[in-house]
Nanobody, 114 residues
Framework: QVQLVESGGGLVQPGGSLTLSCTAS????????MAWYRQAQDDERELVAT???????YYKNAVKGRFTISRDNAKNTVTLQMNSLQPADTAVYYC????????WGQGPQVTVSS
């Protein structure tokens, strides 16, 4: 059974940075386009960034220029570097495939607040 494990969340002041990491047991990321999603309290889960098998990224407009998605297939990890964080980035963050999703992981809480 596939189990996704995300890490790296926390509390940060506006303008700060965090790095989220995702790995999995029971599967390999290498053959799949991967994505980071987030869900703020009382909101729907939304797509934040994707990365193709060939490492071409795509970003939601609201995070473009601030977030960087990357992958290391050898380590079976997907990373989201988040800079210039804003209160609107506060959410639980999840990684998964772009489609035909695996079961969601726990997701780290990211809180941006002064």
């Amino acid at each position: 059974q596939v189990q996704l494990v995300e890490s790296g969340g926390g509390l940060v002041q506006p303008g700060g940075s965090l790095t989220l990491s995702c790995t999995a047991s029971g599967t390999s990321f290498s053959g799949w386009p991967m994505a980071w999603y987030r869900q703020a309290q009382d909101d729907e889960r939304e797509l934040v960034a994707t990365i193709t098998v060939g490492s071409t990224p795509y970003y939601k407009n609201a995070v473009k220029g601030r977030f960087t998605i990357s992958r290391d297939n050898a380590k079976n990890t997907v990373t989201l570097q988040m800079n210039s964080l804003q209160p609107a980035d506060t959410a639980v963050y999840y990684c998964d495939k772009v489609s035909d999703l695996w079961p969601w992981g726990q997701g780290p809480q990211v809180t941006v607040s002064s």
